[in-house]
Every structure is written in structure tokens, then in C-alpha cells.
């Protein structure tokens, strides 16, 4: 019989000390984490599709495909492509089926659980109450680690491998409190170039030498790459992306993440789907969830499907909405505690994003399985309305409402005096603050009165092009004055998205 933890029985001046000592490393920890924030956001019409591969199992080329716990399995790297120079390697094929696809922008993600190169099982004595008993412990076997982990091979359907000089976003190996027993790290690379110089996107991308730990290591060995692509295509709805990365360890506490800066489309049924990478999920382990805040009912509700159980959403599998992604190579089941997905949400009578929205939440959860995120993807459907107005937005307030230092005033103030002007014969030429557009005079009504009730006075105009109704606060003749003033309506509830039109100018 193996035992994993030891009974003590404590006098109350070292509980006292444990208990500060525990707050510490909590505090410590929490400050290691490299907390989830915006990295992209894309407005335009199109899609955007995730591949990618986890880069360790139980053999190097074949699929695995049963159920284990991550932690009591020897792990090797996977290296399917027959190069001596590679000492890991796992590929994927994309597939874009719009002929008229074009990209605009594509993102690699790598991450690993890297504490030392290679890990192994030993059994050990330890006393107990007087009596001597045996348990698993996990050593290093090879206790060297690399550090440049950004440093990768990756190729194309239509290239060599190239060398890849990624941008570590997190490393937690120098840091001696926060995931002791793991270090794990994550790292991104720009390729938008390499995928825009293919003059096929289909086929198959390859990623090599990913360093991680084989063999065994607490909590078990893990680690694998996505490639994240947005492209544009006239079959399309316009939509807004946006991602976040980071690396946050979800466990015990929930974690939200909130998404903003877009408008909902003004009527129907509004298609929204989530994209992630995480690692540490485990099959076995149950208790883990994603939910999305249901605005109707103030509550939140689990996602799931047929592949991504509701109370076990993280299971070391790769997928794309309802089925097992498995063009890959090796197309294993079970990918030890990588998980990378995209899935449609379940978006019924618009209780997730509604329409007229302008915010959603996610919410992350575990009781039992810890899980870490460092890529979250979020893609839902807006108004044309909108996207005709993203241009017309100049920079925003930063984080905390710091104003923007002169030189970004400066540009932001360029960018407005060199809008695109449009013609609406019946109002005075200007630089219009404008907070909504409709496409129905009865919604354009229910925003103009909900304005009034906060003291408002809304004033609208149809424009001749489009028929739609634009409400707006305020006028100006002058770039630099509409500016100032759009930056006191940013920092006011129901504003956050207020935006400028230049007209008969």
C-alpha cells in the first residue's frame, strides 16, 4: 500500500507559521501567472479555422487511443517525420473550403510542461507513526533544462522547415514558488507571412522540436502547438476575432474572462463559437467546465457536447465542434493533457450573445482536474453596421483610464481628420459622435428613448446609402475636439463603444 501525504499533528505556533507560509506561496503564485489579455482583434468578413497536435505519447509515430491517467504514464516525444535532425515532430492538415480565402492573420502557439528533460518513477521508504511504509515518488533522470523554448522548427505545405524565433509569453522555470512541480512554459510566433507566401493554405504544417519532459513528472508530461488562422472570404457574415493568451492555472477559484468591442447583429439568431489550447486536462479526471454567462436569466451555463462532456469539458482530446479532429499525424484520442478545440456555441433564442450585445463571459472551473489556459479564442457575428464603422474608431483609453501620451493623441486625432467622409444631404458637415446604428426605426426608437431615461438627448439621421437610422450625442466641425470629447463618453456605461463619422466634409 503506497501513501502520497503524511498525517502531523501540529502545535498551534507552527500551524501559524504553515498558514502564513501557505499565503505566501499563494500570493506568489498567483503573481507567476501571466493573467490572461487581449492580443488581436480582427473585424472583417470571414472565418477562421485551429489545427494543430500534441508533440508526446506512449509511442513516437503510432496513435494512442486508450484511456489512462496522465501521471502514471512513461511518455516519449512523438516524431513522425523521419529527420535526423528533428528530435520531436507532429503534424496537421488544414483544409479551407471557401476558394476565395485570404489570410489575415495566423498565429502559432507552443506549450509544454517542462521541469527537466526526462523524468522517472522511484519508490522510497518513509515512516509513519513509527512504522515504515513505501510510496512513488517522480525524480529527474536527466535534470538538465533547455531554456530557449522559443526557438522551434515549422513548415508549410510548400516549404522546408524554417526556423522559428518565438516571443515567450510565459516560462515558470527560474521561479522557485509558483508550479514547483511542473515549469511549464508557453510561446507564440507571428507566421501570417509564411502562410500569406503559400500560394496554397491547404495541406499538411508540421511543427518540430518542441522541448518538453518525457517520461514521467507530477501531474504528467504534456505538450503540443496550434496553428490559429483568420482569413477573409465574400461567402462570409462579417465577425468580430479576437484572442487572449497568457497562462492561468484554473483550479478551486472559477476564472471569467470577459470579451467586448464588438455589436451583435440587430435581429436573428447570432453564431458564436470559442476556440482554446490548454494543458493538464486529464481523461480520467472529472469536475472540469466551460460555461458562458447567460444574460436572459443572470446565470451561468455549461457548454458541452458530444465530444466535450459537460462536467469533464477539458479530456485531453483535439476537436472542432462535434466531432474528434483527426486529421493529424498521429491522430491520437487521447493527446496526455493537450486540449485544443474549437466549438460552435450553443447560442438558442440568443441567451449567450444577444442581439444589440456588446459583452460576453466565459467562465473557466474546476474541482478536481487543474487545468492551465494559454490561448482563448473568441468569434462571434455582428452587425454590418458595425464593421462599416470600425475605421472610424480612433485608440481608446488604455487599461485603469490612463490617457493616451501626446504622440498616440496625435495619430488617434490624424486618423479621425482622415476618415472617409459619407454624404447625408439633410444635417450640417461635421465629425458626428455616434453610439448606435439601426436597421429598423423601431430599435432605432427603443435606444433613442433608453438615452433619454439616462438624461440624454439623442439626435438621429438616415443615411441615404443604406437606410439605416444613426443615433448620436454630439457634433463638431473640428478632428481634434470630437476627439477629446469621445473620450469622456469611453469611459461612461453604454459608451464603450462609441465611434466617429465624417460627414459632408
Not at 463559437?273 to 486529464?282: V, Y
Request: glycine content about 4%.
Amino acid at each position: 500500500m503506497y501513501y502520497n501525504a503524511l498525517e502531523i499533528k501540529l502545535d498551534t505556533s507552527l500551524k501559524k507559521h504553515i498558514c502564513l507560509t501557505i499565503i505566501f506561496v499563494c500570493i506568489c503564485s498567483l503573481y507567476a501567472q501571466r493573467q490572461f489579455i487581449p492580443d488581436t482583434k480582427i473585424y472583417l468578413k470571414g472565418n477562421s479555422t485551429l489545427i494543430g497536435n500534441n508533440i508526446l505519447s506512449v509511442d513516437a509515430k503510432k496513435p494512442y487511443n486508450e484511456t489512462t491517467v496522465n501521471d502514471f504514464t512513461n511518455l516519449q516525444f512523438i516524431d513522425v517525420d523521419s529527420d535526423p535532425n528533428t528530435f520531436s515532430s507532429s503534424a496537421a492538415n488544414l483544409k479551407i473550403i471557401e476558394t476565395d480565402a485570404e489570410i489575415e492573420y495566423a498565429a502559432l502557439y507552443w506549450s509544454a510542461i517542462y521541469k527537466y528533460k526526462k523524468g522517472k518513477k522511484i519508490i522510497e521508504p518513509f515512516k509513519r507513526k513509527g512504522k515504515t511504509y513505501r510510496r512513488e515518488v517522480y525524480v529527474a533522470e536527466d535534470a538538465t533544462r533547455d531554456l530557449d523554448v522559443n526557438n522551434i522548427l515549422f513548415k508549410t505545405p510548400e516549404s522546408d522547415y524554417q526556423n522559428i524565433n518565438g516571443q515567450i509569453i510565459f516560462d515558470n522555470f527560474n521561479d522557485e514558488i509558483a508550479f514547483p512541480k511542473t515549469k511549464p512554459y508557453v510561446c507564440y510566433a507571428n507566421v501570417t507571412s509564411l502562410l500569406k507566401n503559400n500560394t496554397n493554405l491547404n495541406g499538411t504544417y508540421t511543427v518540430a522540436n518542441i522541448k518538453a519532459t518525457e517520461g514521467y513528472v507530477a501531474g504528467g508530461a504534456s505538450g503540443g502547438w496550434l496553428l490559429y488562422v483568420v482569413y477573409k472570404t465574400d461567402t462570409a457574415t462579417p465577425k468580430y476575432f479576437t484572442t487572449y493568451n497568457g497562462f492561468l492555472d484554473v483550479f478551486k477559484k472559477p476564472v471569467d474572462i470577459v470579451f467586448n468591442d464588438f455589436k451583435s447583429q440587430e435581429d436573428g439568431i447570432i453564431e458564436t463559437s470559442l476556440l482554446i489550447g490548454a494543458l493538464e486536462g486529464d481523461q480520467k479526471f472529472k469536475s472540469d467546465k466551460c460555461s458562458f454567462y447567460n444574460t436572459q436569466n443572470k446565470t451561468y451555463v455549461p457548454i458541452f457536447n458530444t465530444v466535450r462532456p459537460k462536467y469533464n469539458f477539458f479530456n485531453s482530446s483535439i476537436s472542432i465542434n462535434e466531432t474528434v479532429y483527426t486529421d493529424r499525424n498521429p491522430n491520437s484520442k487521447n493527446t496526455f493533457g493537450f486540449d485544443l478545440f474549437k466549438i460552435k456555441l450553443p447560442n438558442e433564442q440568443n441567451t449567450i450573445i444577444s442581439n444589440n450585445s456588446s459583452q460576453a463571459t466565459i467562465q473557466f472551473s474546476s474541482k478536481a482536474d487543474k487545468f492551465y489556459l494559454f490561448f482563448v479564442a473568441f468569434e462571434t457575428e455582428i452587425t454590418p453596421i458595425y464593421l462599416e464603422s470600425i475605421p472610424a474608431k480612433p485608440m481608446a483609453l488604455k487599461a485603469n483610464d490612463q490617457t493616451l501620451v501626446p504622440e498616440e493623441t496625435k495619430k488617434a486625432v490624424e486618423k479621425i481628420k482622415n476618415l472617409k467622409t459619407i454624404t447625408v444631404p439633410s444635417i450640417a458637415a461635421g465629425f458626428y459622435l455616434v453610439t448606435n446604428v439601426f436597421s429598423k426605426k423601431a430599435n432605432a426608437l427603443k435606444w433613442e428613448n433608453h438615452l433619454k431615461s439616462l438624461g440624454y438627448t439623442p439626435k438621429s439621421f438616415v443615411n441615404p446609402k443604406n437606410g439605416w437610422t444613426y443615433i448620436y450625442l454630439y457634433t463638431n466641425p473640428k478632428p481634434d475636439t470630437i476627439y477629446n470629447k469621445q473620450q469622456e463618453f469611453l469611459k461612461l456605461k453604454d459608451f464603450e463603444n462609441i465611434w466617429v463619422l465624417k460627414i459632408n466634409l
